[in-house]
C-alpha cells in the first residue's frame, strides 16, 4: 500500500479529483484491496471533513488496510515525493529566480495557472453546487468578498456550513449558531513573536479550512501571506501556485514552497506539517465515529454549504491572482487558451503548464 502511495505522489498529475479516480481504478477495481463500499466512505469523508482531499483520502485507505500504522504510511509516501521535488524547486528559485529565463518561464506557467483554477472553478461548481440556488448564492457572497477585500476570513466557511442548516434543517439552528460563533471567536488575527511558530500556526489554520480542492487553500493563503503578513510578493505567491501546477501529488504542497520562501528548510518542514498533521489526526481520529454518522441530513448539510463557500473563494482568489498575471494581451491568451484546451479534450495540466512555460521563454 505504502508503495503504491509513493508511486502516485510521483507521477499522479491532474488535482485530486484525477488522484481519487486513480485511486478506485487501482486499488478497487484491479487490486481489490479496497471494497468499493469503502471507498465511497473514504470518498465522503475526505469531501466532508477539512483537509486536501487527494490526501485526505490515501491516509483514509491506508487506514482502512492497516489502522493508524497504515494511515501514517500511506499519508507519508503520498506526500513526500511532491515535497522533495518541491524542496529542489524551491532552492533553484531562491538561487537563480533572479535570472531572466526564471522569470521568462514563469511568465507563461502564471497565465496558464489562471486558466487551470478558472478551469477548476467550471468543474467544481458543477459537481458541489449543481442547481440548488441557496448554494450557489452562498459561493457568490464569498467569491464577491474575496475579490473585494483581498482576503479569505474563516468564519465565513463556517456560516457558509451553517447557513443550510438554519434554512433546511430547523432542529439544527441551535449546532449552526454555535459552530459559527465558536469558530469566529477562535480565529482573530494572529500576532505570534516567534517566527516558526507563528508559520505553523497559520498553516494549521489554513490546512483546516481545505475543503474538497486543494485550490480551496489558495484565497485563504492569499490573504494571509500577502496582504496580512506581506510574507511574499503578489509574484511569489502566484510563481508558489504554480510550483503545485507543476509538480504531482497533492496541489495543496504549494505551501510547503512558500514556508522555505520565508524561513529556508525549517518553514518548510513546519509549514507541510502545519497543513497535513491536522488532516492526519482527523482520519485517526474521525475514522470509527465518520464509518456511523456520516450518511446523517445535517451533516451533508453543513459540508455542502462549507464546500459551495471554498468554491466562491476559490473564484475570488482566481480574480486577484489574474490581475497580476495577466498583464498583457499574451498572457491573457495564453490563460485563455489553456482553459479552452481543459474545457474540450482531456489533457494532463501538466503538458499545458510546460508548453506555456516554454512560450514564456520564446515571448522573453
Same mark, same amino acid.
Given at each position: 500500500?505504502? =508503495? ?37 466512505? *473514504? ?24 489502522? !493508524?500504522?497504515?494511515a501514517t504510511l500511506s499519508g507519508v509516501a ?10 529542489? =524547486? ?17 511568465? *507563461? ?18 459537481? !458541489?453546487?449543481?442547481?440548488? +440556488? ?11 468578498? !474575496? ?12 456560516? /457558509? ?10 432542529? #439544527? +439552528? ?55 503578513? #506581506? ?33 529556508? %528548510? ?38 455542502? *454549504?462549507? !464546500?459551495?463557500?471554498? %468554491? ?10 489574474? +490581475? ?19 474545457? +474540450? ?11 506555456? /512555460? ?7
Amino acid at each position: 500500500m505504502a =508503495l503504491y502511495f509513493l508511486k502516485l505522489g510521483a507521477t499522479g498529475f491532474g488535482g485530486p479529483i484525477a488522484l481519487a479516480g486513480a485511486m478506485q481504478r487501482t486499488l478497487v477495481e484491479e487490486r481489490q484491496w479496497i471494497s468499493p463500499d469503502e471507498y465511497v466512505e *473514504g470518498l465522503a469523508l475526505a469531501q466532508l471533513a477539512p483537509g486536501p482531499l487527494a490526501a485526505q483520502l490515501a491516509m483514509y485507505l491506508g487506514y482502512v488496510r492497516g489502522g !493508524t500504522i497504515g494511515a501514517t504510511l500511506s499519508g507519508v509516501a503520498f506526500i513526500l515525493p511532491s515535497f522533495l521535488m518541491v524542496w529542489a =524547486l524551491a532552492i533553484a528559485y531562491v538561487r537563480y529566480g533572479g535570472l531572466w529565463w526564471m522569470h521568462a518561464l514563469f511568465y *507563461g506557467i502564471g497565465a496558464a495557472v489562471i486558466g487551470v483554477i478558472a478551469r477548476s472553478i467550471f468543474k467544481l461548481a458543477r459537481l !458541489t453546487l449543481a442547481r440548488d +440556488r441557496l448554494l450557489w448564492a452562498i459561493a457568490a457572497l464569498l467569491a464577491i468578498t !474575496t475579490a473585494a477585500t483581498g482576503r479569505e476570513n474563516a468564519w465565513l466557511f463556517i456560516l /457558509g456550513g451553517a447557513v443550510p442548516l438554519m434554512v433546511r434543517a430547523p432542529n #439544527h +439552528r441551535l449546532f449552526a449558531v454555535v459552530s459559527f460563533v465558536s469558530v469566529a471567536v477562535a480565529s482573530p488575527p494572529q500576532a505570534i513573536p516567534v517566527p516558526l511558530a507563528s508559520l505553523g500556526w497559520f498553516f494549521t489554520r489554513a490546512g483546516l479550512f481545505v475543503f474538497g480542492s486543494g485550490l480551496a487553500v489558495v484565497p485563504f493563503l492569499y490573504g494571509g501571506v500577502v496582504q496580512e503578513r #506581506h510574507w511574499l510578493t503578489d509574484q511569489q505567491f502566484l510563481d508558489a501556485v504554480a510550483v503545485a501546477m507543476i509538480t504531482p501529488g497533492p496541489v495543496v504542497i504549494t505551501v510547503a514552497f512558500i514556508g522555505y520562501l520565508v524561513r529556508g %528548510t525549517a518553514g518548510m518542514i513546519v509549514a507541510a506539517l502545519g497543513v497535513f498533521l491536522p488532516v492526519y489526526l482527523i482520519v485517526v481520529v474521525a475514522a470509527p465515529w465518520f464509518r456511523r454518522y456520516h450518511t446523517r441530513p445535517a451533516v451533508k448539510m453543513f459540508a455542502g *454549504g462549507v !464546500t459551495a463557500a471554498a %468554491t466562491g473563494a476559490i473564484a475570488g482568489a482566481a480574480l486577484l491572482l489574474g +490581475r497580476r498575471a495577466l498583464v498583457d494581451v499574451w498572457t491573457i491568451a495564453i490563460a485563455a487558451g489553456t482553459f479552452a484546451v481543459l474545457w +474540450r479534450w482531456r489533457v494532463s495540466e501538466l503538458w499545458l503548464i510546460a508548453a506555456a /512555460g516554454v512560450l514564456g521563454l520564446w515571448l522573453r
